[in-house]
């Protein structure tokens, strides 16, 4: 919220908001039918949007056509997010990816929109490990993080899992799950050196949490709120 008017996730408001209170930013990014990468959560435009259907069946220009419910804004191509922002705080690039579709065309356009911009902030993560391997071979210098959950996966497979994932992806930074908090996993690579962001955090207790396990929380909500002890000026 902003002065008691809810902006609408993903959206240019939403990030202007934040960059006025010295923020940084997290935004979800996936491929349009033209291979260009734009800012939107979801698979299918249902929830956000008044239109159906899959996000990936759409052109960019298209997209940038529908207005997202609840505000004034539209769907917007992550070049235009990384120009309004223009480097006044991080950003955090979220690549939306499936097993089953090629990673290598929205990982390009993620790349070229990152280099044609005037931040230099920026950073990738996703939780498909093909990604990270994807930016550690064509794209070393843009920071890239895997992101990682345990919950359903606690036994040897899930550990199995990470393990190759962490292998394949080669990440500069982890992204781990608060719920997972305390995590063997999340201790050991940050005690090797690897920085630990959580997600996602919506309270002051689980910032609390966040900070006594993490070096960074990705909040949204009251998340964004301190608690007792904590530095209200922490970057999200």
Same mark, same amino acid.
């Given at each position: #919220?902003?002065?008691?008017?809810?902006? %609408?996730? $993903?959206?240019?408001?939403?990030?202007?908001?934040?960059?006025?209170?010295?923020?940084? %930013?997290?935004?979800?990014? *996936?491929?349009?039918?033209?291979? *260009?990468?734009?800012?939107?959560?979801?698979?299918?435009?249902?929830?956000?949007?008044?239109?159906? =259907?899959?996000?990936?069946?759409?052109?960019?220009?298209?997209?940038?056509?529908? @207005?997202?419910?609840?505000? $004034?804004?539209?769907?917007? @191509?992550? =070049?235009?997010?990384?120009? *309004?922002?223009?480097?006044?705080?991080?950003?955090?690039?979220?690549?939306?990816?499936?097993? $089953?579709?090629?990673? /290598?065309?929205?990982?390009?356009? %993620?790349?070229?929109?990152?280099?044609?911009?005037?931040?230099?902030?920026?950073?990738? #993560?996703? &939780?498909?490990?093909?990604?990270?391997? +994807? &930016?550690?071979?064509?794209?070393?210098?843009?920071?890239? =993080?895997?992101?990682?959950?345990?919950? /359903?996966?606690?036994?040897? *497979?899930?550990?199995?899992?990470?393990?190759?994932?962490?292998?394949?992806?080669?990440?500069?930074?982890?992204?781990?799950?608060?719920?997972?908090? @305390?995590?063997? &996993?999340?201790?050991?690579?940050?005690?090797?050196? #690897?920085?630990?962001?959580? +997600?996602?955090?919506?309270?002051?207790?689980?910032?609390?949490?966040?900070?006594?396990?993490?070096?960074?929380?990705?909040?949204?909500?009251?998340?964004?709120?301190?608690?007792? /002890?904590? #530095?209200?000026?922490?970057?999200?």
């Amino acid at each position: #919220m902003a002065g008691g008017r809810v902006l %609408v996730e $993903n959206s240019l408001s939403a990030f202007e908001a934040a960059a006025e209170r010295g923020l940084g %930013v997290e935004c979800d990014v *996936q491929r349009s039918a033209d291979d *260009q990468a734009v800012v939107f959560h979801d698979w299918e435009l249902d929830r956000l949007t008044g239109e159906c =259907g899959p996000v990936a069946k759409r052109s960019a220009s298209e997209l940038a056509s529908i @207005p997202l419910t609840g505000g $004034n804004d539209a769907i917007a @191509p992550l =070049g235009e997010v990384l120009r *309004q922002i223009a480097g006044r705080v991080p950003v955090l690039v979220e690549i939306k990816s499936r097993a $089953n579709l090629p990673h /290598g065309p929205i990982c390009h356009s %993620v790349s070229r929109a990152i280099v044609s911009s005037p931040s230099s902030n920026i950073a990738v #993560m996703s &939780f498909d490990p093909r990604v990270g391997a +994807w &930016f550690a071979r064509f794209a070393p210098g843009i920071p890239r =993080g895997l992101v990682v959950t345990e919950e /359903g996966e606690r036994g040897w *497979q899930g550990r199995l899992k990470r393990s190759l994932a962490m292998r394949h992806a080669r990440p500069d930074f982890l992204a781990v799950d608060i719920r997972d908090l @305390p995590s063997a &996993f999340a201790a050991r690579h940050r005690a090797a050196g #690897m920085p630990i962001l959580s +997600w996602t955090v919506r309270s002051p207790e689980l910032r609390e949490r966040a900070a006594l396990h993490a070096d960074a929380p990705i909040a949204e909500g009251t998340g964004l709120l301190p608690s007792e /002890g904590l #530095m209200a000026g922490a970057q999200s």
